[in-house]
């Protein structure tokens, strides 16, 4: 049985064209970027390329990209950064709605010594603004606003916020991990100092993750040692998965148009039909500002699992608004935040598409998921 897969906020398929880049990294272009004979740096000069490649997807300088190992790092990497380089300011702002790479760092900074700060958010999952504005203080080190949502998509005024928050002398990082390639950034007039992408949720492979960091930011590295990364991230060059990387930058720039008008359509179509057709079904999150091949939807009343169950068998692969947390099934903390129903936050299913999708996909998922959710 083929796999439906509409779970691209989770990971995505490395694109043929990437595999195609990346192999000859593995066996013959083995060399290390670092080493001065030739070989090396013929490897050293496809890490420059793949460098300018992500440096054009963002609108930004080579020198501003950093890789990593993941989109995890790259939040650790921003909010350890800037509190290292201003220690002693003790405070930081972030939402209740943040992927655990920076809720749980935050929640973890809380115990050490750090106030940090959740900003809340609405019934559809907006930021509330005014509270982030009036916390802003002296002893702010950083603010971490994400900028499109994981679960539900909904996109926060982040170019906005990270303005006002320019404006009191703060650095201003965001979490871009499921934005970047699915719609435009563009750093070169943004006010946000560090954003994080990872390569898996862009066609290109698990394992490798993009700093930006804007010129003139406040630093310190997260992993000392070698001078790689210009003696900003330690470490050698994971080579075949940073050209893969490049060649993934080059190809979503490329399907931009595809994602923003025919994926966007199939969400929309997958989304009407289902609310048209299930009994007390809704939309979670903000529908007007909101990713083009996201949907999180929830079923009221069901179980999402039970769901997912039954779509399993027909190969369709998507998520649960729910994560299992200790043994019980808790409620996303998103949705929690949004104070969705605890009978429509167990129900909730995140569809998330790529331009991989078919409309044939679409509409056989539709199917099994109306069927899995009025038995
Ligand atoms: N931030 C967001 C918004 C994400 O969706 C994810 C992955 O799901 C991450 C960070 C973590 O990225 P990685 O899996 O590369 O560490």
């Not at 995505?12 to 290390?32: I, Q």
């Not at 809380?110 to 959740?118: D, M, S």
């Not at 199939?266 to 057709?277: A, Q």
């Not at 167990?346 to 409309?359: A, C, M, P, Q």
Request: net charge negative.
């Amino acid at each position: 049985m083929k796999a439906i897969y509409v779970d691209n906020n989770a990971t995505t398929r490395v694109a043929p064209e990437v595999v195609e880049a990346m192999t000859p990294y593995f066996s013959d272009m083995y060399g290390n970027p670092s080493s001065m004979h030739a070989f090396g740096r013929s490897v050293g000069s496809k890490l420059k390329a793949a460098r300018e490649q992500v440096a054009d997807l963002l609108g930004a300088r080579p020198d501003e990209i950093l890789f990593t190992s993941c989109g995890t790092e790259s939040d650790s990497t921003a909010i350890y950064a800037a509190l290292h380089a201003t220690p002693e300011k003790r405070h930081i702002i972030t939402t209740r709605v943040e992927h655990p790479a920076v809720k749980n760092l935050g929640e973890h900074l809380a115990k050490n010594g750090y106030r940090v700060t959740f900003v809340p958010v609405d019934r559809q999952g907006r930021l509330d603004l005014d509270y982030l504005y009036d916390h802003l203080a002296d002893d702010t080190a950083i603010v971490s606003v994400m900028w499109a949502n994981n679960e539900t998509g909904t996109i926060f005024p982040v170019e906005e916020i990270a303005r006002n928050v320019r404006e009191r002398g703060i650095v201003f990082h965001t979490d871009a991990v499921q934005t970047v390639g699915k719609i435009p950034v563009n750093m070169a007039d943004s006010a946000i100092d560090m954003l994080s992408i990872s390569g898996h949720k862009l066609h290109a492979p698990k394992g490798i993750g993009v700093l930006y960091l804007r010129k003139g930011t406040k630093f310190a590295p997260f992993l000392m040692g070698g001078h790689q990364e210009g003696g900003r991230r330690a470490g050698t060059e994971n080579t075949p998965s940073i050209i893969g990387m490049g060649r993934a930058a080059q190809l979503v720039m490329d399907a931009m148009e595809d994602e923003n008008t025919r994926v966007k359509a199939l969400r929309d179509k997958l989304e009407r039909e289902l609310l048209k057709r299930v009994p007390a079904s809704m939309v979670n999150g903000d529908p007007d500002n909101r990713l083009p091949n996201t949907t999180s939807i929830a079923f009221e009343y069901i179980e999402g699992e039970a769901i997912l169950l039954l779509m399993d068998q027909h190969g369709i692969c998507a998520s649960s608004g729910s994560a299992c947390t200790s043994g019980s099934l808790e409620p996303s903390h998103v949705l929690r935040a949004m104070g969705v129903p605890f009978t429509a936050a167990h129900g909730s299913i995140r569809f998330s598409l790529s331009i991989y999708n078919t409309e044939e996909e679409i509409d056989f998922s539709m199917m099994k998921s109306i069927s899995s959710s009025v038995l």
